[in-house]
């Protein structure tokens, strides 16, 4: 089974530059989730999307920070323009979705954005 | 608030010595709970979950953890570490029946360094 995929893997940009993360999910998952770790952190959830609609969205940094997933399948992350403490590995991740037995959440490899 | 902690941000032991990494979480309802490895250069995977039934669930590579629902704890162990075992090890909990629901909330990890 293919896992969740995840592009660019290594960004580096300037400071307010625009950048975008792509994911795209185990097939037949429904929820899919974007996190950003920071060094030295665990991962903190950003937005939670159910097929195509947001579930959850209470930890994105909406001035800057953007994310759809239109046809319900990949989504992609945007943070427009980007700032020294963004710099960090932004995990996607999916899931099923449904009932509490299918919470368990599979990770990408990350994305790696350095902000200069 | 809502959170989850591990005691110990690094940790330190020789091949065949024996593994405990606390996790305790603040929150009086029902939770799923998680311990994620991270190994260097890889993806958050999955170590092992308790969902419900027996506190004590076994997960891969001769992991196990114990859910005592009296002290909100999580506790990973291992009886014998090997080198392979170094890597970043994070705590995880999904809250149900409250505004976190369904949302991964992670602890902030532990580095276990295992020396050979």
């Known amino acids: 089974e293919a896992g969740v995929a995840q592009s660019p893997r290594y960004k580096i940009i300037e400071k307010r530059q625009s950048v975008a993360f792509w994911c795209n999910p185990i097939?037949?998952?429904?929820?899919l989730y974007w996190y950003q770790q920071i060094l030295g952190q665990g991962p903190k959830l950003l937005i939670q999307?159910?097929?195509?609609?947001?579930?959850?969205d209470s930890q994105l940094p909406k001035d800057r920070f953007s994310a759809e997933r239109l046809k319900g399948v990949d989504s992609t992350l945007k943070i427009q323009p980007a700032k020294l403490e963004d710099s960090a590995v932004y995990l996607c991740?999916?899931?099923?979705?449904?009932?509490?037995?299918?919470?368990?959440?599979?990770f990408g490899p990350g994305t790696r954005l350095t902000v200069l | 608030a809502q959170s989850v902690s591990q005691h110990n941000h690094h940790v330190i032991l020789s091949e065949a010595a024996s593994l405990e990494l606390g996790c305790n979480y603040s929150?009086?309802?029902?939770?799923?709970l998680f311990w994620y490895v991270q190994y260097p250069g890889q993806h958050l995977q999955l170590l092992l979950k308790y969902f419900s039934g027996d506190p004590l669930v076994k997960g891969i590579k001769g992991f196990e953890a114990e859910f005592i629902k009296s002290k909100f704890s999580f506790n990973l162990r291992k009886p014998s570490v090997q080198w392979s075992d170094t890597a970043e090890y994070f705590c995880a909990v999904i809250l149900h029946g409250s505004s976190n629901t369904g949302k991964l909330i992670f602890g902030q990890g532990t580095t276990l360094q295992v020396k050979p």
């Open positions: 991740a999916s899931s099923l979705g449904g009932g509490p037995s299918f919470n368990e959440q599979f």
């Open positions: 929150y009086g309802g029902t939770v799923n």
């Open positions: 999307f159910q097929n195509n609609g947001v579930v959850d």
């Open positions: 097939s037949g998952h429904a929820t």
